[in-house]
Nanobody
Framework: QVQLVESGGGSVQAGGSLRLACVVSGGTYNTHCMSWFRQAPGKEREGVAA???????YYSDSEKGRFTLSKDSPENILYLQMNSLKPEDTAMYYC?????????????????????WGQGTQVTVSL
């Protein structure tokens, strides 16, 4: 059973950086799409970035150029480097895993695509 544990959240000032990590355990052979989502208070959970087992990465338009997704395959860790943070980036950030490739069947930004979710890590960006 795949389990996901996020870490790396915290409080930073606008313009600062954070690196989130998601440790994947319990077997990764069937995790073909790994993603980061976020959910701000009162808002829907939204996709931030995804990476497939083929190495292809995807980003939402608002994060493109500021966030970088990478995967340490030997260690089974998914990273999200977040630079130039803005107050509107404040949210709970979740790691998610899907058994299908990122653009197969349901696109990567759809929550229902994912079978496994982590507990989340809070990111707060202040002015």
């Amino acid at each position: 059973q795949v389990q996901l544990v996020e870490s790396g959240g915290g409080s930073v000032q606008a313009g600062g950086s954070l690196r989130l990590a998601c440790v994947v355990s319990g077997g990764t052979y069937n995790t073909h799409c790994m993603s980061w989502f976020r959910q701000a208070p009162g808002k829907e959970r939204e996709g931030v970035a995804a990476i497939g087992s083929d190495g292809i990465t995807y980003y939402s338009d608002s994060e493109k150029g500021r966030f970088t997704l990478s995967k340490d395959s030997p260690e089974n860790i998914l990273y999200l480097q977040m630079n130039s943070l803005k107050p509107e980036d404040t949210a709970m950030y979740y790691c998610a895993a899907a058994t299908t490739q990122c653009m197969a069947d349901t696109p990567w930004w759809a929550r229902l695509k994912y079978q496994v979710w982590g507990q989340g890590t809070q990111v707060t960006v202040s002015l």
